[in-house]
């Protein structure tokens, strides 16, 4: 035993650079490996993550909620990839209480929706009572419609009507036969989307409906 240790220091004497540069390596080696088993699960985790992002694009079908001025509101199941138009058309177009222009000016038909997307498609009272403001940074989408001269004219005729959704009390008390207590009436039961509402919902008599009608509106 004592003869191999002898032959051992002997030779570690005589290899001892050999043996320092093999110890080196093996340790460059070692810590190499831990580096590379680091990297091998990060990048495991990543394409875990991707393929989850991938799996849920994928997704064959989305559910969005429209409602507002449609014509039949509630929540829709489309395919993956619809667009707006899609959900619109889903739930059989707009009502006649839809503001159109608004809804050209500031809606993206082409737009693609996402699921458990809420879609709102605002009255036109809602518009003139200021609830929903112009977007401007969309305004590139514009709208269609364009007023006819006919149109043009009927709307600078008609600057003293009285938009019974969005009106003060002080405007209603000028209208004859209206006084404070049937002015505090009508705004407390809008909105309306005929003015023969306020004749159905009892709020004035067929008289003073008759005196007022040409002087009133719901838009």
Do not use: H
Not at 67 to 90: C, F, Q, T
Not at 171 to 184: C, F, H, M, V
Not at 188 to 208: A, M
Request: aromatic letters at 10%; charged letters at 25%; proline letters at 2%.
């Amino acid at each position: 035993m004592e003869i191999n240790l002898n032959n051992f220091f002997s030779l570690f004497k005589k290899y001892k650079i050999e043996i320092f540069l093999i110890i080196i390596s093996l340790i460059i080696a070692f810590i190499s490996y831990l580096i590379y088993s680091q990297l091998s699960s990060d990048s495991d985790i990543e394409i875990t993550e991707s393929e989850n992002n991938q799996t849920a694009f994928k997704l064959n079908t989305i559910v969005v909620d429209i409602s507002g001025a449609i014509n039949k509101p509630g929540v829709y199941e489309l395919k993956n990839g619809s667009r707006i138009n899609d959900a619109i058309k889903k739930a059989q177009g707009l009502t006649e209480e839809a503001d159109i222009n608004y809804f050209y000016r500031n809606f993206n038909l082409s737009a693609y929706l996402f699921d458990q997307e809420k879609i709102y498609i605002p009255y036109i009272w809602e518009i003139n009572s200021g609830i929903f403001v112009e977007e401007t940074r969309i305004l590139n989408y514009l709208s269609p419609f364009t007023l006819s001269r006919n149109e043009s004219d009927l709307i600078v005729n008609n600057t003293d009507i009285i938009n019974i959704n969005t009106c003060l009390s002080k405007e209603l008390e000028d209208l004859p036969g209206i006084g404070q207590k049937t002015a505090q009436k009508v705004i407390e039961n809008r909105p309306y989307k005929t003015i023969d509402e306020l004749l159905s919902k009892k709020i004035i008599n067929q008289n003073i409906f008759e005196n007022i009608k040409e002087k009133i509106s719901v838009q």
